[in-house]
Antibody, heavy 124, light 110 residues
């Protein structure tokens, strides 16, 4: 059974750095073709892709936030991390991690399992 | 403002057919496959359609995806109350080198 779950702080102050952890089970990020991605969704708005990390440790970032984002993994512990620096109130959103299996590797946008999401609020 | 354009809302009565469009450009919809998600309030998105027209296991065949040129569509036939949700299209953009989502369409069952 595939599961993912996000964890991290619920509240941050402006300029602080956000560190989120995606704890997953039921699959391995070492398996060829697997990808784990991060997304966010501000309240009442659409989804935004942030970054992804591939089975071979390739990493991709959304252009608009590239200088603030870092994605990494701890394969042995089934963890993927997202770091976002210099947080601002406009970064208030629910943050999700999701998996793309090998069968979808050519799609780049198909994610079959998602975490429940974590609401991160940035406020002074 | 999303690069992929979706109508903000769509509605129908039970049993009717509803179609949602997703309009893009040659660098995204026109050259990559489209994925559709639906999302109930307070929950994570759920995969509804991948590779333009492929349904994951468990998605009823009332849902049909298609793509022509720079426009993709999701059709829901035999509309049911449980179909009330927000629907998002997504695709890769070759110019931005990233994933794009549409602005979302809220489907209401009257």
């Amino acid at each position: 059974q595939v599961t993912l779950k996000e964890s991290g702080p619920a509240l941050l102050k402006p300029t602080q750095t956000l560190v989120l952890t995606c704890t997953f089970s039921g699959f391995s990020l070492s398996t060829s073709g697997v990808r784990v991605s991060w997304f966010r969704q501000p309240p009442g708005k659409s989804l935004e892709w942030l970054a992804h990390i591939d089975w071979d440790d390739d990493k991709f970032y959304t252009t608009s936030l590239k200088t603030r984002l870092t994605v990494s993994q701890d394969t042995s512990k089934n963890l993927v991390f997202l770091t976002m620096s210099n947080m601002d109130p406009v970064d208030t959103a629910t943050y999700y991690c999701a998996r793309s299996p090998p069968a979808f590797s050519t799609s780049l946008t198909s994610f079959d399992y998602w975490g429940q999401g974590i609401l991160v609020t940035v406020s002074s | 403002q999303s690069v992929l354009t979706q109508p903000p809302s769509a509605s129908g009565t039970p049993g009717q057919r509803v179609t949602i469009s997703c309009s893009g450009t040659s660098s995204n919809v026109g050259s990559n496959t489209v994925t559709w998600y639906h999302q109930l309030p307070g929950t994570a998105p759920k995969l509804l359609m991948y590779f333009n027209d492929q349904r994951p296991s468990g998605v009823p065949d009332r849902f049909t995806g298609s793509k022509s040129g720079t426009e993709a569509s999701l059709a829901i036939s035999g509309l049911q109350s449980e179909d009330e949700a927000d629907y998002y299209c997504a695709t890769w953009d070759d110019s931005l080198n990233g994933v794009l989502f549409g602005g979302g369409t809220k489907v209401t069952v009257l």
